[in-house]
T-cell receptor
């Protein structure tokens, strides 16, 4: 069974631009969570989607948004990029959540210049 | 809000030796899950071991075991017979068993970088 895939793996943008990252969960998984990883703040929860609905959102500004499609694939969007948005963005999928294990993708490395 | 603290930013261990990584957490909940994740230099995060708070027995997975002290809110990871492939960042994580908002997000510690010396 294929694992969680994220595209692109690397991305370079400039301040003020917007970016869209994609995550394809493991087949059959319906929950997708996003995390931001930086050296200073560590791993922080962004949001979680289940059956195309956002179930929860972390403490991030409104520039960070996401969505989930009917096939459970998810995208996250960051508008008006700032230098501090440079990070590794990790996506994790699980069957339903709750007691289910979360499987992580390899991440997208975003660099904002 | 729950917090997870890993007080050892870096640790090293000789190959074949045993090492223990520390983790403490703060929560007012009585039911929750604790995890140790491993993130090798390739960046793919993988689950090493999980512990359910209502289970008194410490979880074990081959060379990996935990020492779960619920009253002390401590959750350490012991790696026995360390191997070169164990070198990675290790993250302790907490997840509530309850979900008022319908989400089961993970709260991570800052991580411990483990080096294995041949």
């Amino acid at each position: 069974k294929a694992g969680v895939t994220q595209t692109p793996r690397y991305l370079i943008k400039t301040r003020g631009q917007q970016v869209t990252l994609s995550c394809s969960p493991i087949s059959g998984h319906r929950s997708v969570s996003w995390y931001q990883q930086t050296p200073g703040q560590g791993l922080q929860f962004l949001f979680e989607y289940f059956s195309e609905t956002q179930r929860n959102k972390g403490n991030f500004p409104g520039r960070f948004s996401g969505r989930q499609f009917s096939n459970s694939r998810s995208e996250m969007n960051v508008s008006t990029l700032e230098l501090g948005d440079s990070a590794l963005y990790l996506c994790a999928s699980s069957l339903v959540s709750g007691t289910d294990e979360q499987f992580f993708g390899p991440g997208t490395r975003l660099t904002v210049l | 809000a729950q917090t997870v603290t890993q007080s050892q930013p870096e640790m090293s261990v000789q190959e074949a030796e045993t090492v223990t990584l520390s983790c403490t957490y703060d929560t007012s909940e009585s039911d929750y899950y604790l995890f140790w994740y491993k993130q090798p230099p390739s960046r793919q995060m993988i689950l090493v071991i999980r512990q359910e708070a209502y289970k008194q027995q410490n979880a074990t997975e081959n060379r990996f075991s935990v020492n779960f002290q619920k009253a002390a809110k401590s959750f350490s990871l012991k790696i026995s017979d360390s191997q070169l492939g164990d070198a990675a960042m290790y993250f302790c994580a907490y997840r509530s068993a309850y979900s008022g908002a319908g989400s089961y997000q993970l709260t991570f510690g800052k991580g411990t970088k483990l080096s294995v010396i041949p």
